[in-house]
């Protein structure tokens, strides 16, 4: 059978299936703050990522591209905190925003989140609380303990009310994991630094208490063992009972020496604590008592992060395999696992009870029975008060409470009963009923609704009709806690709540009879009925059907009300309510027209049958209402015409629902009808709808009828709006029909929509009195020569004069070309344009009467508006031309005038006279036109001349570009003429940049010789002498030299470089030397002519020390070092040593170097200078020089010097130079290389540094100095990171013999580490392997194990791969190498040892069969050691399989008290097998757990007698007593038939075995079994049996015995009826149920008496207790 567990174990996911490295999968790098969210920190390459594992959607993991030292996820949401050094950031991973951010002031060493809104910071001097709400900073809430210090944090606890803090860490002293704890009270602001390893607070209602208490609860590994700690922090509330601290064993297996807790979470539904180890071993313990209920090992692997698993209140980890595992109680289980195996019925009961759990229903039920019989009713009621699941709350307890006799002034145990569960919460239905219908018949109504206020009660339907009679409100509250709809539906209406019928009737989802009800309200109240008949249509579906509804309202001719009834009912106008709508109208047009107009007129409803209606509305004088109704066109015209009956605005509305054709029809109609009446209708529904109707159809309709006054009104209304030229035309027209010539002028003005020839054509046949229209159009559209024309042939020339004075002025010039061309008389032209006042173009009037050659004609005009001071300069244009034209000195007028414009005067002078015309630009600076005019006319004098003067630099890039024909004559006159009549410098200036941006040298040249070199005011002036040397540098390099000889003022270095610039060396170096410039000169030769030899003949020449110093530099950088040298020695100049040495140092000018370096130093003690003078010593080998150097005062760097000199291998010098400056450890590889081994070692000693050590080692094994070697080895092995290199060495040239005998010397030093002994066992395996096991034995502690168990492996060392095994308690491998290599590795005791300390039990199994292959005899003994581990059901299946099952019988006998299925069968199998009869009852008898039908029937068969008597005896246990007796008859066992018929308690069985006896004919046995089943048998049977067989004689006892009983039976019957007659007179006039102490029962179970000893116990059924008879009538037992 399997085994019965209190937990449920699962795993949820293995994070390595979802893509988590396992290297990530750590303490470090994994985070789990509640059962929502695991958050992982990796790296993919150089890249670091977060991965975020939602546990409800695993197979999507979240990756976001984040680098963060830790990363902890929200408990609920997806927000995620990120801490990277000291920031902190609290992302919002939905929303992609960043919530918060704070920058700490210490580094964070821990973090944790402790609610939703809170992150808790631990830092290595104080913990601080961080919330996410609003923008505060960390708050700081206590400082860390000084017992922390060096301790890793773990984990961080708040209680539930954050009054208590807790911070945990752990640390490892003396070969332990020690936990530290410091635990904080902020309202006391003080901590206590207390020893664990893991905590948790948890809040729990202890029994009797009215508040949770606080409790902490923490567990410890100490030295002296383990322990769980359970105590209330602070003062408990008021009024409870303090809880009684407790500390409990924690049981640590012995293969878990080492074993700690780290986790810990408390379950608040089950108020069990969930206890977690270091080796995966998880704890159960009930919260209340301590006790443990139950301990496993889980997992093979560390759980190193917990959380609570609200899923089913239990706990969930990850261990370092990345399953993610949870463990939870097993609510269907732990009771019996608890009564069955831990035996602790009482816990049982307590769990059971607190948690509502199944499984103790029998305790429960044998707990109340004894109580109860005891007469403890108070007790008895407690126990069936907090049974679970309400087993014990049933009507059959309550009708025992009922017959238990209340004692004199005590309260009765039903009172007692009901207080409990008062007190405890509600009470089920049957309960409510038991204790209300008392308290309704005295009247104790405030009870009841106190207890239903309290939720006390189980409301139902009979405890409604219970209370109805007394109060019919307080009973629809039942009825609606009770859900019973009918019920609550016929309250409300009897209570007058209509309006709440159909809400509640909603809400629940019940269907009463609507209309029913509805008729009755009616009745009652109508307005009240109509509320009810609206609030059953005011749901999107009616809950009646409204034409019943409507059917109700008309039965009593409630029209309004109907009506208001349906207004709202149909208000979502449905098409199916089309015949209601209809019916709603159709009632209110035959009796309140107005309501069904107003109806109407909402446009409320669309489905009504509309040409039913409109007949209606027609017939009651509703016009308007018929014609929205009508379709026909034939209705509609008859009703349309009566325009008086309708509202004007409505009609004009109403068009716009016809067809365009009816439009028409009936425009027609209502003009025809009465034109004056409707004529101004007409027009307003026209002007609205003339988009749609066409305006061309109504201005046909309205000219059919001759109504210009309809067409201007209509026209009027639309022209403004209107594009059409027909629109404005017509409107035109009819305008000046009706005499509106106002409006003709004024749409002549603004209208740009009409054909302006159609209308002046019109205008003119329409012959108006004023002609202002028409000169209105004309003016618009320039048909200003026609208007002259019309206007002058029809004699209205004061029209004209009107025109150009009032109407448009500036049409002047217009007017007056058009009266020249009619020859109109020059006196009334010139008399029409003097009283022209207004503004004109005088441009447009010269210009139409030039055309005409008329110009003189305005000459007195010009000169009068000149005389006025007009500066127009139109009128000085005109005048000019005249003066012109005439040759009226025009010289002197364009000279002199300022108003006239030069370029149109100038173009009218270029045919008549080009000097004029030079004059007219010149005047106004026209650059282009005198240009122009200039060229055409070969005037380049002049031009040369203005150019000079005009000083534009753009004119003269103009006029010198390329393209320019002309320009060679002109820079002819510039140079002859104009620039030598000039004595201005800046005309000079601006004509030499001309020239020069022109890019013409040549010319510039030939400009400034004429300037310089002839003798002018300008011959010495500096900037035209450089200009003119570098002209010809640019464009005639073969006059430089002579410009730099004749010339003294010019900027000499300047011009100098320039040259340079150009590749004229020589004409730069004769400048320098002309200004002698030494220093430029020789740096001329050097770098541009490139000749030293020269450069050297002028230094000899100048001896000018820094001439020297260039030379030298230019012959260092020709790599003459000797000659530089020697050039720098000449200028004693030290500057360039740097360059120097590195020159001659590349070159191995050694000797050189050293005088060139005793100069620098006699000018600068530079510690460069004198550390390459110390090399240059060691280079040339004046090792005498040296010492005598540095020995005396220095600033050389002598380190450095002896570094190169090593490296360069110049031992000696470099032995005189470490020794100088004490270096001995370079000193001492400087004598290895020159071979002095021993003066090396002490040099080594001196400088004891590894390197050093290890170079002379090196240099010494090398040698074959082994004594040497091993005395530097011992300075080296005791560094853990050198021993590998320093053993391969060896090993590489095959020294083992010395390596073995270095790190055996080397074992006994101070600083030995593992590394040595780990390496020396290594060593062993490969060398001596006789020498390892020793090793091993000694220093097994000190050796890094999985390092020496590969070599041990390799090496095939089976016996000491074992031992390290062991030691490194990975017992599955060394129990597999025993197997695998017996012969070496196993050893029996060993092996046994091991064996029950392996986590895979599959080993148990292969070690079985080892055992059976290799050593049989002792597998018994195997077999108890695995007992406490084995799975016996397995192990019997692989005995029986194998066939080796009667070797284990020792071990069967052994384990056979576990009951189990499997190990019962096999040993009754194997005593069957043995015939060993006795042996298999005994085993029958003790161990039920087996098949005892299969058993039976194998063994029914069975040839001895024994085993047939036994089946038979198992048929009888599993109540199959008719085969049980059969087969007892079958084998003559008349004593067991005779017994197994009367335990049968079955009639049909013992009369069968009766009537076989006397078959049989055996009287003896017949009268035996009379007495044996004396309760079965039937007398009259018995007596009619043994008349018929004449055996009276043995029937006669019994008979007697039988009639014995009836007469006391009777005799009883008539004392108890006696007695109950009695009582019946006593209890007449008390209460049914209840005694006066009844008015306690609202106090509760207090004060209640205990029942006294000696009452009636309780009739109990088969199997209690003797003296309990058969089980009561009316109780389920």
Same mark, same amino acid.
């Given at each position: 059978?399997?085994?019965?567990?209190?937990?449920?174990?699962?795993e949820?996911?293995?994070?390595?299936?979802?893509?988590?490295?396992?290297?990530?999968?750590?303490?470090?790098?994994?985070?789990?703050?509640?059962?929502?969210?695991?958050?992982?920190?990796?790296?993919?390459?150089?890249?670091?990522?977060v991965?975020?594992?939602?546990?409800?959607d695993?197979?999507?993991?979240?990756?976001?591209p984040?680098?963060?030292?830790?990363?902890?996820?929200?408990?609920?949401?997806?927000?995620?905190?990120?801490?990277?050094?000291?920031?902190l950031?609290?992302?919002?991973?939905?929303?992609?925003?960043?919530?918060k951010?704070h920058t700490?002031?210490?580094?964070?060493?821990?973090?944790?989140?402790?609610?939703?809104n809170?992150?808790?910071?631990?830092?290595?001097?104080?913990?601080y609380?961080?919330?996410?709400?609003?923008?505060?900073?960390?708050?700081?809430?206590?400082?860390?303990?000084?017992?922390?210090?060096?301790?890793?944090?773990?984990?961080?606890?708040?209680?539930a009310?954050?009054?208590?803090l807790?911070?945990?860490?752990?640390?490892?002293?003396?070969?332990?994991?020690?936990?530290?704890?410091?635990?904080y009270?902020?309202?006391?602001?003080?901590?206590?630094?207390?020893?664990?390893h893991?905590?948790?607070?948890?809040?729990?209602?202890?029994?009797?208490?009215a508040?949770?208490?606080?409790?902490?609860?923490?567990?410890?590994?100490?030295?002296?063992?383990?322990?769980?700690?359970?105590?209330?922090?602070?003062?408990?509330?008021?009024?409870?009972?303090?809880?009684?601290?407790?500390?409990?064993?924690?049981?640590?297996p012995?293969?878990?020496?080492?074993?700690?807790?780290?986790?810990?979470?408390?379950?608040s539904?089950?108020d069990?604590?969930?206890?977690?180890?270091?080796?995966?071993?998880?704890?159960?313990?009930d919260?209340?008592?301590?006790?443990?209920?139950?301990?496993n090992?889980?997992?093979?692997?560390t759980?190193?992060?917990t959380?609570?698993?609200?899923?089913? /209140?239990?706990?969930?980890g990850v261990?370092?395999?990345?399953?993610?595992?949870?463990?939870?109680?097993?609510?269907?289980?732990?009771?019996?696992?608890?009564?069955?195996?831990?035996?602790?019925?009482?816990?049982?009961?307590r769990?059971?009870?607190?948690?509502?759990?199944?499984?103790?229903?029998?305790?429960?039920?044998?707990?109340?029975?004894?109580?109860?019989?005891?007469g403890?009713y108070?007790?008895?009621?407690?126990?069936a008060?907090?049974?679970?699941?309400?087993?014990?709350?049933?009507?059959?307890?309550?009708q025992?409470?009922?017959?238990?006799?209340?004692?004199?002034?005590?309260?009765?145990?039903?009172?007692?009963?009901?207080?409990?569960?008062?007190?405890q919460?509600?009470?089920?239905?049957?309960?409510?009923?038991?204790?209300?219908?008392?308290?309704l018949?005295q009247?104790?109504?405030?009870?009841l609704?106190k207890?239903l206020?309290?939720?006390?009660?189980?409301?139902?339907?009979?405890?409604?009709?219970?209370?109805?009679?007394?109060?019919?409100?307080?009973?629809?509250?039942?009825?609606?806690?009770?859900?019973?709809?009918n019920?609550?539906?016929?309250?409300?209406?009897?209570?007058?709540?209509?309006?709440?019928?159909v809400?509640?009737?909603?809400?629940?989802?019940?269907?009463?009879?609507?209309?029913?009800?509805l008729?009755?309200?009616?009745?009652?109240?109508?307005?009240?009925?109509?509320?009810?008949?609206?609030?059953?249509?005011?749901?999107?579906?009616?809950?009646?059907d409204?034409?019943?509804?409507?059917?109700?309202?008309?039965?009593?001719?409630?029209?309004?009300?109907?009506?208001?009834?349906l207004?709202?009912?149909?208000?979502?106008?449905?098409?199916?309510?089309?015949?209601?709508?209809?019916?709603?109208?159709?009632?209110?047009?035959?009796?309140?027209?107005?309501?069904a107009?107003?109806?109407?007129?909402?446009?409320?409803?669309?489905?009504?049958d509309?040409?039913?209606?409109?007949?209606l509305?027609?017939?009651?004088?509703?016009?308007?209402?018929?014609?929205?109704?009508?379709?026909?066109?034939?209705?509609?015209?008859r009703?349309?015409?009566?325009?008086?009956l309708?509202n004007?605005?409505?009609?004009?509305?109403?068009?716009?629902?016809?067809?365009?054709?009816?439009?028409?029809?009936?425009?027609?109609?209502?003009?025809?009808?009465n034109?004056?009446?409707?004529?101004?209708?007409?027009?307003?529904?026209?002007?609205?709808?003339?988009?749609?109707?066409s305006?061309?159809?109504?201005?046909?309709?309205?000219?059919?009828?001759?109504?210009?006054e309809?067409?201007?009104?209509?026209?009027?209304?639309?022209?403004?709006?209107?594009?059409?030229?027909?629109?404005?035309?017509?409107?035109?027209?009819?305008?000046?029909?009706?005499?509106?010539?106002?409006e003709?002028?004024?749409?002549?003005r603004?209208?740009?929509?009409?054909?302006p020839?159609?209308v002046?054509?019109?205008?003119?046949? /329409?012959k108006?009195?004023?002609q202002?229209?028409?000169?209105?159009?004309?003016?618009?559209?320039?048909?200003?020569?026609?208007?002259?024309?019309?206007?002058?042939?029809?004699?209205?020339?004061?029209?004209?004069?009107?025109?150009?004075?009032?109407?448009?002025?500036?049409r002047?010039?217009?007017?007056?070309?058009g009266?020249l061309d009619?020859?109109?008389?020059?006196?009334?032209?010139?008399?029409?344009?003097?009283?022209?006042?207004?503004?004109?173009?005088?441009?447009?009037?010269?210009?139409?009467?030039?055309k005409r050659?008329?110009?003189?004609?305005?000459?007195?005009?010009l000169?009068?508006?000149?005389?006025?001071?007009?500066?127009?300069?139109?009128?000085?244009?005109?005048l000019?031309?005249?003066?012109?034209?005439?040759?009226?000195?025009?010289?002197?007028?364009?000279r002199?005038?300022?108003?006239?414009?030069?370029?149109?005067?100038?173009?009218?002078?270029?045919?008549?006279?080009?000097?004029?015309?030079?004059?007219?630009?010149?005047r106004?600076?026209?650059?282009?036109?005198?240009?122009?005019?200039?060229?055409?006319?070969?005037?380049?004098?002049?031009?040369?001349?203005?150019?000079?003067?005009?000083?534009?630099?753009?004119?003269?890039?103009?006029?010198?570009?390329?393209?320019?024909?002309?320009?060679?004559?002109?820079?002819?006159?510039?140079?002859?003429?104009?620039?030598?009549?000039?004595?201005?410098?800046?005309?000079?200036?601006?004509?030499?940049?001309?020239?020069?941006?022109?890019?013409?040298?040549?010319?510039l040249?030939?400009?400034?010789?004429?300037?310089?070199?002839?003798?002018?005011?300008?011959?010495?002036?500096?900037?035209?002498?450089?200009?003119?040397?570098?002209?010809?540098?640019?464009?005639?390099?073969?006059?430089v030299?002579?410009?730099?000889n004749?010339?003294?003022?010019?900027?000499?270095p300047?011009?100098?470089?320039?040259?340079?610039?150009?590749?004229?060396?020589?004409?730069?170096?004769?400048?320098?030397?002309?200004?002698?410039?030494?220093?430029?000169?020789?740096?001329?030769?050097?770098?541009?002519?490139?000749?030293?030899?020269?450069?050297?003949?002028?230094?000899?020449?100048?001896?000018?020390? /820094?001439?020297?110093s260039?030379?030298?530099?230019?012959?260092?950088t020709?790599?003459?070092?000797?000659?530089?040298?020697?050039?720098?020695?000449?200028?004693?100049?030290?500057?360039?040593?740097?360059?120097?040495t590195?020159?001659?140092?590349?070159?191995?000018?050694?000797?050189?170097?050293?005088?060139?370096?005793?100069?620098?130093?006699k000018?600068a003690?530079?510690?460069?200078?004198e550390?390459?003078?110390?090399?240059?010593?060691?280079?040339?080998?004046?090792?005498?020089?040296?010492?005598e150097?540095?020995?005396?005062?220095?600033h050389?760097?002598?380190t450095?010097?002896?570094?190169r000199?090593?490296?360069?291998?110049?031992?000696?010098?470099?032995?005189?130079?470490?020794?100088?400056?004490?270096?001995?450890?370079?000193?001492a590889?400087?004598?290895?290389?020159?071979?002095e081994?021993?003066?090396?070692?002490?040099?080594?000693?001196?400088?004891?540094?590894?390197?050093?050590?290890?170079?002379?080692?090196?240099?010494?094994?090398?040698?074959?100095?082994?004594?040497?070697?091993?005395?530097?080895g011992?300075?080296?092995?005791?560094?853990?990171?050198?021993?590998?290199?320093?053993?391969?060495?060896?090993?590489?040239?095959?020294y083992?013999?010395?390596?073995?005998?270095?790190?055996?010397?080397?074992?006994?030093?101070?600083?030995?580490?593992?590394?040595?002994f780990?390496?020396?066992?290594i060593?062993?395996?490969?060398?001596?392997?006789?020498?390892m096991?020793?090793?091993?034995?000694?220093?097994?502690?000190?050796?890094?194990?999985?390092?020496?168990?590969?070599a041990?492996?390799?090496?095939?060392?089976?016996?000491?791969l074992?031992?390290?095994?062991?030691?490194?308690?990975?017992?599955d491998?060394?129990?597999i190498t025993m197997?695998?290599?017996?012969?070496?590795?196993?050893?029996?005791?060993?092996?046994?040892?091991?064996?029950?300390k392996?986590?895979?039990?599959?080993?148990?199994?292969?070690?079985?069969?080892f055992?059976?292959?290799?050593?049989p005899?002792?597998?018994?003994d195997?077999?108890?050691?695995?007992?406490?581990?084995?799975?016996h059901?397995?192990?019997?299946?692989?005995?029986?399989?194998?066939?080796?099952?009667?070797?284990?019988?020792?071990?069967?006998?052994?384990?056979?008290?576990?009951?189990?299925k /499997?190990?019962?069968?096999?040993?009754?199998?194997?005593?069957?097998?043995?015939e060993?009869?006795?042996?298999?009852r005994?085993?029958?008898?003790?161990?039920d757990?087996?098949?005892?039908?299969?058993?039976?029937?194998?063994?029914?068969?069975?040839?001895?007698?024994e085993?047939?008597?036994?089946?038979a005896?198992?048929?009888?246990?599993?109540?199959?007593?008719?085969?049980?007796?059969d087969?007892?008859?079958?084998?003559?066992?008349?004593?067991?038939?005779?017994?197994?018929?009367?335990?049968?308690?079955?009639?049909?069985?013992?009369e069968?075995?009766?009537a076989?006896?006397?078959?049989?004919?055996?009287?003896?046995?017949?009268?035996?079994?009379l007495?044996?089943?004396?309760?079965?048998?039937?007398?009259?049977?018995i007596?009619?049996?043994?008349?018929?067989?004449?055996?009276?004689?043995?029937?006669?006892?019994?008979?007697?015995?039988?009639?014995?009983?009836?007469?006391?039976?009777?005799?009883?019957?008539?004392?108890?009826?006696?007695?109950?007659?009695?009582e019946?007179?006593?209890?007449?006039?008390?209460?049914?149920?209840?005694?006066?102490?009844?008015?306690?029962?609202?106090a509760?179970?207090?004060?209640?008496?205990?029942?006294?000893?000696?009452?009636?116990g309780?009739?109990?059924?088969?199997?209690?207790?003797?003296?309990?008879?058969?089980?009561?009538?009316?109780?389920?037992?």
């Open positions: 059978m399997a085994q019965i567990l209190p937990i449920r174990f699962q949820h996911l293995q994070l390595q299936n979802v893509g988590i490295n396992a290297a990530n999968i750590g303490f470090s790098t994994l985070t789990m703050e509640s059962d929502k969210f695991i958050c992982v920190r990796e790296k993919v390459g150089d890249t670091a990522q991965v975020i594992i939602d546990m409800n695993t197979a999507n993991p979240i990756r976001r984040i680098s963060a030292d830790s990363a902890i996820m929200n408990p609920t949401s997806k927000v995620i905190a990120l801490k990277a050094a000291k920031t950031q609290i992302f919002n991973i939905e929303m992609k925003s960043k919530m951010a700490m002031t210490e580094d964070v060493t821990f973090w944790k989140w402790i609610n939703v809170t992150v808790a910071l631990a830092t290595d001097v104080a913990v609380h961080w919330s996410m709400e609003g923008d505060s900073q960390p708050l700081k809430m206590f400082d860390r303990h000084s017992s922390l210090t060096g301790c890793q944090i773990i984990n961080y606890r708040v209680d009310n954050q009054k208590w807790l911070l945990i860490g752990i640390s490892a002293q003396q070969n332990r994991v020690v936990g530290a704890m410091q635990l009270s902020v309202e006391r602001k003080v901590s206590q630094p207390i020893e664990g893991a905590a948790a607070f948890a809040q729990f209602k202890m029994p009797g208490n508040q949770q208490s606080t409790l902490f609860c923490f567990g410890v590994r100490g030295a002296q063992g383990g322990k769980l700690h359970l105590i209330e922090v602070g003062q408990p509330p008021q009024g409870n009972q303090p809880f009684q601290k407790k500390a409990v064993d924690v049981f640590f012995p293969e878990a020496q080492n074993d700690f807790p780290v986790a810990m979470q408390v379950s539904k089950h069990v604590i969930y206890l977690i180890t270091k080796y995966g071993y998880v704890h159960l313990y919260l209340e008592t301590g006790t443990c209920i139950y301990m090992r889980i997992s093979g692997d759980i190193f992060v959380a609570p698993y609200e899923a089913t /209140a239990g706990i969930i261990n370092r395999k990345g399953q993610v595992l949870s463990v939870t109680v097993e609510e269907e289980t732990i009771i019996q696992y608890i009564t069955n195996t831990l035996q602790n019925p009482d816990l049982a009961l769990i059971a009870s607190r948690n509502n759990l199944p499984g103790a229903e029998d305790l429960f039920v044998r707990k109340f029975n004894n109580l109860f019989q005891s403890q108070s007790e008895a009621a407690k126990v008060a907090g049974a679970p699941k309400g087993i014990l709350r049933t009507p059959q307890t309550i025992r409470f009922q017959q238990c006799p209340a004692q004199t002034g005590q309260t009765s145990p039903l009172l007692q009963y009901f207080g409990i569960l008062l007190d919460g509600q009470l089920n239905k049957y309960e409510s009923l038991e204790l209300c219908r008392p308290v018949q009247g104790r109504k405030q009870l609704e207890w206020k309290e939720d006390k009660l189980e409301c139902s339907e009979e405890l409604g009709d219970l209370v109805k009679n007394a109060d019919p409100t307080l009973a629809l509250s039942v009825y609606l806690r009770a859900n019973v709809p019920k609550v539906i016929q309250c409300f209406a009897e209570t007058g709540q209509f309006q709440k019928i809400l509640y009737a909603k809400k629940v989802g019940f269907t009463p009879d609507y209309i029913f009800l008729r009755n309200i009616m009745r009652i109240n109508p307005d009240q009925g109509t509320q009810f008949a609206q609030m059953l249509v005011q749901d999107e579906e009616p809950l009646a409204i034409n019943q509804i409507v059917d109700v309202f008309m039965e009593t001719n409630m029209i309004q009300q109907c009506t208001a009834f207004l709202d009912a149909l208000k979502n106008n449905r098409p199916g309510e089309a015949a209601l709508q209809t019916r709603l109208l159709e009632m209110n047009l035959m009796h309140a027209p107005q309501v107009d107003a109806i109407l007129g909402n446009q409320m409803f669309t489905h009504y509309r040409a039913h209606i409109a007949q509305c027609e017939k009651a004088g509703l016009l308007q209402r018929a014609l929205e109704h009508y379709t026909d066109l034939y209705d509609i015209k009703a349309v015409v009566h325009t008086h309708l004007p605005e409505w009609l004009v509305n109403y068009f716009g629902s016809l067809s365009v054709e009816d439009s028409l029809e009936c425009l027609k109609a209502m003009l025809t009808a034109i004056r009446q409707n004529l101004q209708v007409c027009v307003q529904i026209a002007t609205k709808y003339h988009e749609q109707l305006t061309t159809a109504l201005v046909e309709i309205f000219e059919s009828f001759k109504s210009f309809g067409l201007f009104y209509f026209l009027g209304s639309i022209v403004n709006f209107s594009q059409d030229s027909d629109v404005h035309f017509k409107y035109i027209q009819a305008a000046c029909k009706t005499g509106q010539i106002k003709v002028e004024r749409i002549c603004e209208s740009s929509c009409y054909d020839e159609r002046k054509n019109f205008l003119k046949e /329409a108006l009195t004023d202002l229209p028409l000169i209105i159009v004309c003016d618009r559209f320039d048909f200003v020569h026609d208007l002259v024309l019309y206007l002058y042939r029809n004699n209205l020339q004061k029209y004209i004069e009107i025109y150009v004075q009032k109407v448009n002025p500036s002047l010039a217009v007017v007056i070309g009266l009619v020859d109109c008389s020059e006196d009334v032209i010139k008399q029409l344009i003097m009283v022209v006042k207004g503004q004109f173009s005088t441009d447009e009037l010269v210009a139409e009467v030039e050659n008329r110009l003189k004609l305005l000459l007195p005009w000169e009068t508006r000149i005389h006025d001071g007009e500066t127009e300069p139109a009128t000085h244009n005109a000019a031309k005249i003066y012109i034209d005439s040759n009226n000195n025009p010289e002197r007028f364009l002199e005038n300022q108003f006239y414009d030069s370029k149109v005067v100038g173009k009218y002078c270029e045919k008549r006279d080009p000097h004029l015309a030079c004059v007219a630009y010149e106004g600076q026209c650059d282009y036109e005198l240009i122009s005019v200039c060229n055409e006319n070969s005037l380049f004098k002049s031009e040369a001349r203005y150019l000079v003067r005009r000083r534009d630099v753009e004119l003269w890039a103009h006029v010198l570009r390329d393209e320019n024909e002309y320009k060679r004559q002109l820079i002819d006159q510039v140079v002859q003429t104009a620039l030598s009549e000039t004595q201005d410098p800046e005309d000079i200036s601006v004509t030499v940049k001309a020239f020069m941006t022109a890019d013409l040298p040549n010319e040249i030939e400009l400034l010789e004429k300037i310089v070199l002839d003798s002018s005011v300008f011959s010495d002036h500096r900037n035209l002498q450089n200009l003119l040397i570098l002209t010809a540098i640019k464009a005639d390099r073969s006059r030299m002579e410009y730099i004749r010339l003294d003022n010019y900027d000499a300047d011009i100098a470089n320039i040259a340079i610039g150009s590749e004229l060396y020589e004409e730069a170096f004769a400048i320098f030397k002309k200004f002698e410039v030494n220093t430029s000169a020789i740096q001329v030769l050097i770098e541009h002519v490139n000749n030293l030899d020269r450069a050297y003949e002028f230094a000899e020449r100048c001896n000018d020390p /820094a001439v020297w260039q030379l030298a530099r230019a012959q260092l020709a790599s003459l070092v000797k000659e530089a040298i020697d050039s720098y020695i000449k200028a004693d100049d030290p500057s360039q040593y740097m360059e120097v590195e020159v001659a140092s590349r070159n191995e000018n050694w000797e050189d170097l050293v005088k060139y370096l005793q100069m620098a130093r000018k003690r530079e510690t460069f200078i550390t390459e003078l110390i090399y240059a010593y060691c280079k040339t080998n004046r090792l005498a020089d040296l010492e150097f540095i020995s005396g005062p220095n050389a760097n002598i450095q010097v002896a570094d000199c090593f490296d360069n291998q110049m031992y000696e010098a470099a032995k005189l130079l470490y020794n100088n400056v004490s270096n001995f450890a370079r000193l590889i400087t004598l290895v290389h020159l071979g081994y021993q003066g090396a070692v002490d040099g080594a000693r001196k400088a004891n540094s590894t390197r050093t050590w290890k170079e002379v080692c090196f240099a010494c094994v090398n040698n074959e100095e082994f004594r040497l070697a091993q005395m530097c011992l300075h080296i092995v005791v560094h853990a990171d050198e021993l590998e290199e320093l053993i391969n060495y060896y090993q590489d040239r095959g083992f013999e010395e390596l073995i005998s270095l790190l055996e010397a080397a074992l006994g030093l101070e600083r030995a580490h593992m590394g040595m780990t390496e020396l066992a060593l062993y395996s490969k060398y001596k392997p006789e020498k096991r020793e090793h091993l034995e000694l220093f097994w502690s000190r050796v890094n194990i999985p390092k020496v168990l590969r041990a492996e390799q090496a095939h060392l089976w016996s000491e074992v031992f390290l095994y062991d030691k490194y308690e990975e017992y491998n060394a129990i197997m695998i290599h017996p012969s070496e590795a196993w050893r029996e005791n060993h092996f046994k040892d091991v064996i029950t392996v986590a895979n039990i599959e080993l148990y199994y292969k070690a079985m069969q055992y059976i292959d290799f050593k005899l002792l597998l018994n195997l077999l108890l050691v695995l007992t406490p581990r084995l799975d059901t397995r192990a019997v299946n692989f005995f029986l399989k194998s066939g080796h099952i009667a070797l284990v019988k020792p071990y069967l006998r052994a384990v056979q008290s576990h009951n189990n /499997a190990i019962n069968e096999a040993l009754n199998n194997m005593l069957i097998d043995e060993d009869y006795q042996g298999l005994a085993s029958i008898d003790a161990f757990n087996f098949d005892n039908i299969a058993l039976a029937q194998k063994m029914e068969k069975h040839e001895l007698i085993f047939r008597r036994i089946a005896y198992l048929y009888k246990g599993n109540n199959r007593w008719k085969q049980s007796v087969l007892c008859k079958k084998d003559r066992l008349f004593k067991d038939a005779m017994q197994y018929a009367s335990e049968s308690r079955m009639i049909d069985i013992a069968e075995l009766i076989w006896f006397l078959d049989e004919k055996n009287f003896e046995c017949f009268a035996a079994c007495f044996q089943c004396y309760d079965l048998l039937r007398p009259d049977v007596l009619e049996l043994s008349w018929r067989h004449n055996i009276m004689d043995f029937a006669m006892p019994y008979m007697i015995q039988v009639m014995r009983e009836y007469t006391t039976k009777v005799d009883k019957l008539e004392q108890s009826e006696a007695v109950r007659s009695e019946e007179q006593h209890a007449e006039a008390a209460p049914i149920v209840f005694g006066e102490p009844q008015l306690m029962l609202t509760g179970p207090t004060g209640m008496m205990a029942p006294q000893p000696g009452m009636m309780y009739p109990g059924a088969p199997g209690y207790p003797a003296g309990m008879g058969g089980p009561m009538p009316g109780y389920g037992m």
